[in-house]
């Protein structure tokens, strides 16, 4: 059974950081692409980033140089770091795994919410 639990997730205020944690289980880590996306209250969910097993990187341009995607394949589990938090952040955070090999193979966590607010 594959699940995706995520943590990290809260309240902080403008300006500050969250780090957000996506640990992974049922699956062979290291051939998954993982990632994360955020759905505000009535919006569509959006990429946020994603990294390739090989360590390649892709954001969304309303984050680059203020969130940071990492992974550590020993410990199953992929990271976001995000500094500069913005009110837009706000949202819930998912944690997503797409194998490399077969991509039809795809799996969502349940999500975390961030909200970032004075």
């Known amino acids: 059974q594959v699940q995706l639990v995520e943590s990290g997730g809260g309240l902080v205020q403008p300006g500050g950081s969250l780090r957000l944690s996506c640990a992974a289980s049922?699956?062979?880590?290291?051939?998954?692409?993982m990632g994360w996306y955020h759905q505000a209250p009535g919006k569509e969910r959006e990429l946020v980033a994603t990294?390739?097993?090989?360590?390649?990187?892709n954001y969304a341009d309303s984050v680059k140089g203020r969130f940071t995607i990492s992974r550590d394949n020993a410990k199953n589990t992929v990271y976001l770091q995000m500094n500069s938090l913005k009110p837009e952040d706000t949202a819930v955070y998912y944690c997503?795994?797409?194998?490399?090999?077969?991509?039809?193979?795809?799996?969502w966590g349940q999500g975390t919410q961030v909200t970032v607010s004075s």
């Open positions: 997503y795994a797409r194998s490399q090999i077969a991509p039809m193979q795809a799996y």
């Open positions: 049922g699956i062979i880590f290291s051939i998954y692409t």
């Open positions: 990294i390739r097993s090989g360590g390649y990187t």
